[in-house]
């Protein structure tokens, strides 16, 4: 049998409940078969844990992973992340022989040059190291050479154990400092917004790590005391991977800064001569340990390699201090809420505060969910670029004419839903005209959340009519948006994989308008455009919704208040998620929380089922609580 053949049957076996022998010995052979499929392991894993302990399941693991001759990636990455890299070994018998493969030893000896800040190109190093397959690479850095646990700058033992291995103790402190700091020109569009202490609060505290970003745009460079002199040093590389933004310093020691999460926080040092990371604070240490930066390390020994010249290059010639072009990159995820909350709103940002004369270009490859990018920041539409998409970003290597900024931040000022609002204006001209002609004289309009899948409402089928006819009671002129898909104004190209999903969403939102009292009050928006929703979204009074991007669509670009529900796992936590703080233009909603009903669909390894449950609401509650929001939005209003 092939290994997909393998592992359909492994996971027939568990779908068609055999015996608990069979299914193990099904996903053994599947597993060795498929030796990077972390999903596939994943699925066993939740078996074998209704079993057996964590300890015999890595007995079990290791033991697979002892009969073969060759890594089974999955099996140590899931040792790894249950028992630490260090405890590796303890499970798997053949791991020192591992260890010692031909493979492992070059990528130790490349790693060496790395931290030397000088590539040997003799023999055929470099040819004969970029023939070896990325997942070893990314092993001999998750399993094999692990990281010691990460330092914090703020913490005095960890600053005494730094000092004993050379570095100045004031240079860490003032550095750790300097990331902490916020600008008056970013805290002022945050307090301007008069949102309540809370959240204005909260919006500063996370912001300040990733100021430093604003700073490089102003001065054209980015600067750092080395670690164990203090002399003043400048990056000599830029790229991003994975979402991280890497800058390549040479102080006494080479060692890089790494910036991540989804403001492009910086997060801390890494020093790969001596395999520590130093993290900036402690609310960043979680950010750099040996799970997280594997990947990355690999890619970055890799690139190293590949422009070897380049590299010894930039790290030989002097510090260059003076002024370079800076590039802003916005990063590709494939979810339009990340674009608004994380990255236009970063863009947004430089621009309020007047530096769009600063960015040489923006990269962005993404999805554009609501239209040209140009359509709604024109300030930088002539220096746009739109490359070939790729986790790798890199569009000016070891340059010492020019440095990378990732747009970044964790807030959304109002002016950025207003661009967006004022660009989808005159793209759809026509539609902004009827929409605002439908809703002139409907009170209230009420937007309407549907979700599939995960976190969603089992009975919403049955209950939002409900819903909508006990509203319609009391305000015969409401009229109901109904929501759950939207498609991207461009580069609809594989659209075609949400087709089952849109299908699934639109026979529930069809049923919901057969079974209400007055269906010409109801109007379906499944399968519009971002554009169209933002149209619709500014002329909300209210809305109810799961928790999630249904939420954003909306909260995001209204201040009309909102029911939220939740799952359990959410209960007291959903304060601290981003619909409730992120954008300047909306309250905070009222969150709801719902009973556990079903597993939702797990679409990750590291993903908890818990964190996807679907629920059950009562429905006379979720009546109340609108009901009570719209009779307050009427006094509001009438004050």
Same mark, same amino acid.
């Given at each position: 049998?092939?290994?997909?053949?393998?592992?359909?049957?492994?996971?027939?076996?568990?779908?068609?409940?055999?015996?608990?022998?069979?299914?193990?010995?099904?996903?053994?052979?599947?597993?060795?078969?498929?030796?990077?499929?972390?999903?596939?392991?994943?699925?066993?894993?939740?078996?074998?844990?209704?079993?057996? /302990? #964590?300890?015999?399941?890595?007995?079990?693991?290791? &033991? %697979?992973?002892?009969?073969?001759?060759?890594? @089974?990636? +999955? *099996?140590?990455?899931?040792?790894?992340?249950?028992?630490?890299?260090?405890?590796?070994?303890?499970?798997?018998?053949?791991?020192?022989?591992?260890?010692?493969?031909?493979?492992?030893?070059?990528?130790?000896?490349?790693?060496?040059?790395?931290?030397?800040?000088?590539?040997?190109?003799?023999?055929?190093?470099?040819?004969?190291?970029?023939?070896?397959?990325?997942?070893?690479?990314?092993?001999?850095?998750?399993?094999?050479?692990?990281?010691?646990?990460?330092?914090?700058?703020?913490?005095?033992?960890?600053?005494?154990?730094?000092?004993?291995?050379?570095?100045?103790?004031?240079?860490?402190?003032?550095?750790?400092?300097?990331?902490?700091?916020?600008? /008056? #020109?970013?805290?002022?569009?945050?307090?301007?917004? &008069? %949102?309540?202490?809370?959240?204005?609060?909260? @919006?500063? +505290? *996370?912001?300040?790590?990733?100021?430093?970003?604003?700073?490089?745009?102003?001065?054209?460079?980015?600067?750092?005391?080395?670690?164990?002199?203090?002399?003043?040093?400048?990056?000599?590389?830029?790229?991003?991977?994975?979402?991280?933004?890497?800058?390549?310093?040479?102080?006494?020691?080479?060692?890089?800064?790494?910036?991540?999460?989804?403001?492009?926080?910086?997060?801390?040092?890494?020093?790969?001569?001596?395999?520590?990371?130093?993290?900036?604070?402690?609310?960043?240490?979680?950010?750099?340990?040996?799970?997280?930066?594997?990947?990355?390390?690999?890619?970055?020994?890799?690139?190293?390699?590949?422009?070897?010249?380049?590299?010894?290059?930039?790290?030989?010639?002097?510090?260059?201090?003076?002024?370079?072009?800076?590039?802003?990159?916005?990063?590709?995820?494939?979810?339009?809420?990340?674009?608004?909350?994380?990255?236009?709103?970063?863009?947004?940002?430089?621009?309020?505060?007047?530096?769009?004369?600063?960015?040489?270009?923006?990269?962005?490859?993404?999805?554009?969910?609501?239209?040209?990018?140009?359509?709604?920041?024109?300030?930088?539409?002539?220096?746009?670029?739109?490359?070939?998409?790729?986790?790798?970003?890199?569009?000016?290597?070891?340059?010492?004419?020019?440095?990378?900024?990732?747009?970044?931040?964790?807030?959304?000022?109002?002016?950025?839903?207003?661009?967006?609002?004022?660009?989808?204006?005159?793209?759809?001209?026509?539609?902004?005209?009827?929409?605002?002609?439908?809703?002139?004289?409907?009170?209230?309009?009420?937007?309407?959340?549907?979700?599939?899948?995960?976190?969603?409402?089992?009975?919403?089928?049955?209950?939002?009519?409900?819903?909508?006819?006990?509203?319609?009671?009391?305000?015969?002129?409401?009229?109901?948006?109904?929501?759950?898909?939207?498609?991207?104004?461009?580069?609809?190209?594989?659209?075609?994989?949400?087709?089952?999903?849109?299908?699934?969403?639109?026979?529930?939102?069809?049923?919901?308008?057969?079974?209400?009292?007055?269906?010409?009050?109801?109007?379906?928006?499944?399968?519009?455009?971002?554009?169209?929703?933002?149209?619709?979204?500014?002329?909300?009074?209210?809305?109810?919704?799961?928790?999630?991007?249904?939420?954003?669509?909306?909260?995001?670009?209204?201040?009309?208040?909102?029911?939220?529900?939740?799952?359990?796992?959410?209960?007291?936590?959903?304060?601290?998620?981003?619909?409730?703080?992120?954008?300047?233009?909306?309250?905070?909603?009222?969150?709801?929380?719902?009973?556990?009903?079903?597993?939702?669909?797990?679409?990750?390894?590291?993903?908890?089922?818990?964190?996807?449950?679907?629920?059950?609401?009562?429905?006379?509650?979720?009546?109340?609580?609108?009901?009570?929001?719209?009779?307050?939005?009427?006094?509001?209003?009438?004050?």
């Amino acid at each position: 049998m092939t290994p997909s053949e393998l592992a359909e049957c492994a996971q027939l076996t568990m779908a068609n409940g055999l015996p608990a022998a069979e299914i193990d010995n099904a996903f053994s052979a599947a597993v060795i078969a498929n030796p990077n499929d972390r999903l596939l392991l994943a699925q066993w894993n939740d078996s074998l844990r209704s079993r057996f /302990s #964590d300890v015999e399941i890595g007995n079990l693991l290791g &033991g %697979l992973q002892a009969e073969a001759s060759q890594p @089974i990636r +999955s *099996v140590l990455l899931a040792l790894r992340d249950d028992f630490g890299s260090e405890h590796v070994a303890d499970y798997c018998a053949n791991f020192q022989a591992l260890s010692e493969s031909e493979d492992l030893k070059l990528i130790k000896d490349a790693w060496m040059q790395i931290s030397r800040g000088s590539i040997e190109t003799a023999d055929g190093a470099v040819a004969r190291l970029l023939t070896v397959p990325h997942e070893i690479f990314e092993l001999y850095f998750a399993v094999f050479a692990p990281m010691i646990p990460t330092f914090v700058m703020s913490n005095n033992k960890d600053l005494l154990a730094l000092e004993s291995k050379g570095y100045k103790i004031e240079v860490m402190k003032s550095t750790a400092q300097r990331f902490s700091w916020i600008g /008056s #020109d970013l805290s002022d569009i945050i307090t301007s917004h &008069g %949102l309540d202490t809370w959240r204005t609060e909260k @919006i500063i +505290s *996370v912001e300040r790590r990733g100021y430093y970003k604003y700073e490089i745009l102003k001065t054209g460079n980015f600067m750092l005391e080395d670690p164990w002199t203090g002399e003043a040093i400048a990056a000599r590389d830029s790229f991003r991977i994975f979402g991280r933004t890497i800058y390549t310093f040479l102080g006494s020691k080479l060692f890089f800064v790494i910036c991540g999460r989804q403001g492009n926080d910086a997060l801390g040092l890494f020093v790969p001569s001596e395999n520590i990371a130093i993290a900036f604070d402690s609310t960043t240490r979680g950010q750099l340990n040996t799970k997280l930066l594997s990947n990355v390390n690999a890619v970055l020994l890799k690139r190293a390699f590949r422009m070897h010249e380049a590299f010894n290059s930039a790290i030989s010639s002097a510090s260059k201090v003076e002024a370079k072009a800076v590039i802003v990159h916005i990063e590709k995820t494939e979810n339009f809420a990340h674009h608004l909350w994380n990255f236009y709103s970063s863009l947004d940002h430089m621009i309020e505060m007047g530096l769009q004369a600063n960015i040489s270009r923006v990269v962005f490859s993404g999805t554009r969910f609501f239209g040209e990018l140009g359509d709604f920041f024109p300030e930088v539409r002539s220096v746009i670029d739109r490359p070939i998409r790729n986790n790798i970003v890199d569009p000016c290597p070891f340059s010492q004419s020019e440095i990378l900024v990732g747009a970044g931040s964790n807030f959304m000022a109002r002016s950025l839903p207003e661009r967006l609002i004022a660009a989808a204006k005159i793209s759809y001209s026509d539609a902004a005209s009827d929409i605002a002609s439908i809703t002139e004289n409907a009170y209230p309009v009420i937007w309407i959340g549907i979700r599939l899948k995960d976190k969603s409402w089992v009975s919403q089928a049955k209950g939002i009519p409900l819903i909508i006819d006990a509203i319609s009671e009391q305000y015969p002129n409401a009229l109901f948006l109904l929501d759950a898909f939207s498609l991207p104004m461009m580069d609809q190209a594989n659209i075609s994989q949400w087709e089952s999903y849109k299908s699934q969403v639109s026979a529930i939102s069809n049923t919901i308008v057969a079974n209400v009292r007055a269906p010409e009050r109801v109007v379906d928006l499944v399968g519009n455009t971002m554009g169209e929703s933002v149209l619709w979204a500014s002329k909300v009074d209210a809305y109810f919704s799961p928790l999630g991007t249904s939420q954003h669509k909306v909260g995001w670009f209204s201040d009309a208040p909102g029911v939220v529900y939740t799952s359990p796992v959410f209960d007291g936590k959903a304060l601290t998620t981003p619909g409730a703080w992120a954008a300047g233009i909306s309250p905070t909603p009222e969150f709801v929380t719902g009973q556990p009903a079903s597993a939702g669909e797990r679409r990750g390894v590291s993903r908890s089922r818990e964190a996807f449950e679907n629920v059950e609401l009562d429905v006379a509650d979720i009546i109340e609580r609108l009901l009570l929001l719209l009779a307050k939005n009427q006094v509001e209003k009438a004050t």
